[in-house]
């Protein structure tokens, strides 16, 4: 038992070291310009390991891009359905704000669309659909007659934040996370809840 867990921490600590090998690489060169050779230089192991735990640089992108994402999920996922929180500083928008700070490099390549891989469109796409739940459920409740369709403003807001993030992260984070999330606030909610039919403090989340 005590020999698997040291071999489940080489491998770990193994695939830790590729993944940051390579997304230092991406961050440098590009996507299309690094190789399998330059990630295990970088790594400082041998080809055969990498082929060990993956058959080619695009999963091992896939790989370290979707852990981050289902843990972002994950968080999201376990909030309360309606996402009213309040004034609370712990809403969904600051849970990516604080996700996407701890993991900057991987955010920041996932922005990027680099690779031949979707990831970035599954994020927008998870933003848009539980946006779209939550603005259809408060103009039911409140029954508001909106100026545009709530799918298109969850469609806005989820664009809005990813170009914020992208923003935010291409600049160093210039702002504390509780800063960037108000300023978010300040720029988006307002004119989505106008064209929903509702104010602002109605969708504090």
């Not at 071999?7 to 997304?23: C, G, I, N, P, S």
């Not at 955010?107 to 994020?123: E, F, K, W």
């Amino acid at each position: 038992m005590k020999r698997q867990r040291r071999e489940d921490r080489r491998v770990a600590r193994t695939k830790r070291q590729l993944r940051d090998a390579l997304m230092e690489l991406i961050l440098e060169k590009g996507y299309d310009g690094v190789t399998i050779e330059d990630v295990t230089e970088r790594a400082d192991l041998g080809r055969t390991t990498f082929y060990l735990h993956y058959k080619d640089k695009e999963e091992l992108l896939i790989s370290s891009l979707e852990a981050v994402f289902d843990e972002l999920a994950a968080q999201i996922m376990s909030m309360p359905q309606e996402w009213r929180l309040g004034e609370n500083d712990h809403g969904p928008i600051s849970v990516v704000f604080q996700h996407a700070a701890e993991n900057a490099t991987l955010y920041r390549i996932l922005l990027r669309g680099q690779g031949s891989v979707a990831l970035a469109d599954r994020v927008r796409d998870y933003v848009t659909e539980r946006a779209q739940v939550f603005f259809s459920s408060l103009v039911a409740e409140l029954q508001t007659t909106p100026e545009i369709p709530p799918s298109l403003a969850a469609n806005y807001y989820a664009g809005s934040l990813m170009s914020m993030l992208i923003w935010w992260l291409e600049n160093d984070m210039p702002y504390p996370t509780q800063k960037i999330v108000h300023h978010f606030r300040a720029l988006c909610i307002g004119g989505i809840a106008s064209a929903l039919g509702l104010s602002a403090a109605q969708m504090k989340f």
